[in-house]
């Protein structure tokens, strides 16, 4: 194809040369013609007429006939190329000229239907030794030398990276949010947490809890809500209108943990130059007390009970009657 191209660019090359060349013959001719004496005019254009055969026989040589050879070995490419790809095709599949079937024909006949003793396809038997050559490699790599990792092996590992992340997320405290957050008042958290609030909450709030923009941290009245798990609220998603960035995005929630626990740490603290408390007071609600009255009800219940129990059986004494009642009869008694 390459051949062609070229042979195709050199005629193009060469009919643009005749082409300019056949121009500057007309024009010098038309000169010719035109100064040229009367007597000689006859002889001047047979002369011209034969130059100009003579040009066009060069043309046809110099330009159509390496076409038509062109067109001829473009053909003779295709032919070869697909007689090519036929010789292939019948050496992948194994398959044999039509002429040679007579001679793979069995010496069989099952009710006029014969078969040809043709080879297995090549294909077929690559395809074969390959599952060999994949399980001899299988073997090799999964069980001798125990290079590759099997399901089993591959299992215990993924556990085992997924224990380590689950580690580190406890470590970060990623688990924890304000639903389950906890005051903590170990010495470490709460160092941890004076550190962070010195960094990024002094300018709103003072060095001690005091409030300067923000308000007092120290005191017992809270704009958003008291307690661990507002607080934690409060600081994690912050309060956009009172001008209180988000700090979920800077603090992860171990640290966010840290630095409520110390602020909750300052309650009573009051520091001089306290600002004037702000929102409404907020008291922990105990669950131990609920408990207890309700034990002290049950209490009441029992003992009302029993004086009811005491006056039924004086009154059956005045009467001269020892009745024995019990709690299952004081529908009857009243009757």
């Avoid at 003779?76 to 992948?92: D, G, M, P, R």
């Avoid at 903590?184 to 709460?190: E, T």
């Avoid at 209108?241 to 009051?270: D, R």
């Amino acid at each position: 194809m390459n051949k062609n191209k070229s042979l195709k660019k050199i005629v193009k090359n060469k009919l643009k040369f005749l082409i300019s060349l056949s121009a500057i013959f007309f024009q010098s001719s038309l000169i010719f013609a035109q100064t040229a004496a009367p007597q000689d005019q006859g002889i001047n254009t047979d002369t011209y007429n034969t130059v100009l055969l003579i040009f066009l026989l060069i043309l046809i040589n110099l330009v159509f006939i390496p076409l038509l050879i062109s067109e001829k070995e473009e053909t003779e490419v295709a032919e070869e190329k697909e007689t090519s790809f036929q010789i292939l095709k019948q050496k992948f599949y194994g398959l044999k000229p039509i002429e040679e079937e007579k001679s793979l024909l069995i010496d069989e006949d099952y009710d006029g239907i014969q078969e040809l003793d043709n080879n297995v396809p090549p294909w077929f038997n690559v395809l074969f030794l390959a599952t060999i050559i994949f399980a001899i490699v299988y073997l090799l790599d999964y069980h001798v030398f125990k290079t590759g990792k099997l399901p089993l092996q591959e299992y215990n590992d993924e556990v085992y990276a997924a224990e380590l992340q689950r580690e580190e997320l406890i470590r970060t405290g990623a688990f924890i949010n304000e639903n389950n957050v906890t005051f903590s008042n170990a010495p470490d958290v709460l160092s941890e947490g004076k550190q962070i609030y010195t960094v990024n909450c002094v300018p709103c709030h003072g060095g001690n809890g005091e409030g300067i923009v923000g308000p007092n941290l120290t005191d017992e009245y809270w704009i958003h809500g008291g307690g661990v798990k507002n607080i934690f609220k409060t600081v994690k998603y912050g309060v956009p209108v009172k001008g209180m960035i988000s700090w979920q995005t800077q603090l992860n929630p171990k640290k966010m943990q840290a630095v409520v626990s110390y602020v909750m740490s300052l309650q009573g603290t009051n520091p001089p130059g306290g600002k004037a408390p702000e929102g409404n007071l907020y008291k922990e609600q105990d669950s131990t007390g609920v408990k207890s009255d309700s034990l002290k009800t049950d209490n009441l219940k029992t003992d009302s009970s029993k004086t009811e129990q005491v006056k039924s059986d004086s009154l059956n004494k005045s009467n001269g009657k020892v009745v024995k009642t019990d709690k299952s009869d004081t529908s009857s008694m009243k009757k």
